[in-house]
């Protein structure tokens, strides 16, 4: 199948699919003419690196944790001892990011609630304010 159909089954732009052979997460074949050529089975590897994207991995490292996963009904299983290890220092940096996030939540929500009474009255975004 041709990139334009490969963006059309997953829900993705031929530009994404482009961004993501220059980052070596797929690696499609080339027609006569030099046209992208992709197999059924990057349809699932697309699928893969969205669902790794939004769990929070960045390319370089689906980069290294592509290779050593299979999809067990739907369920991605490692196949590299050293991957576990990978995941869990991943998990520990997003940790720490989620912790951040809160620690910034909870200060903005430390301020909102100091304000005095009458503020709530013209409570608005800060883009309001100033326009």
Same mark, same amino acid.
């Given at each position: 199948?041709?990139?334009?159909?490969?963006?059309? #089954? =997953?829900?993705? /732009?031929?530009? @994404?699919?482009?961004?993501?052979?220059? !980052?070596? +997460?797929?690696?499609?074949?080339?027609?006569?003419?030099?046209y992208?050529?992709y197999?059924?089975?990057?349809?699932?590897?697309?699928?893969?690196? #969205? =669902?790794?994207? /939004?769990?929070g @991995?960045?390319?370089?490292?689906i980069? !290294?944790v +592509?290779?050593?996963?299979?999809?067990?009904d739907g369920?991605?299983?490692?196949?590299?001892?050293?991957?576990?290890?990978?995941?869990?220092?991943? #998990?520990?940096?997003? /940790?720490?990011?989620?912790?951040?996030?809160?620690?910034?939540?909870? +200060?903005?929500?430390?301020?909102?609630?100091?304000?005095?009474?009458?503020?709530?009255?013209?409570a608005?975004t800060?883009?309001?304010?100033?326009?």
């Amino acid at each position: 199948m041709l990139i334009g159909e490969l963006a059309r #089954r =997953t829900d993705t /732009t031929e530009r @994404l699919l482009r961004y993501y052979e220059e !980052q070596g +997460l797929l690696s499609p074949g080339r027609t006569a003419a030099g046209y992208r050529l992709y197999e059924e089975a990057d349809v699932a590897q697309v699928r893969r690196i #969205r =669902t790794l994207l /939004t769990s929070g @991995l960045n390319t370089a490292t689906i980069a !290294q944790v +592509l290779p050593c996963l299979r999809d067990d009904d739907g369920r991605l299983v490692p196949t590299c001892p050293q991957l576990v290890g990978e995941l869990h220092r991943e #998990r520990a940096r997003l /940790t720490d990011s989620i912790e951040a996030l809160r620690a910034s939540r909870d +200060l903005l929500d430390e301020v909102i609630t100091a304000a005095p009474a009458e503020f709530a009255d013209r409570a608005g975004t800060a883009a309001d304010r100033v326009a």
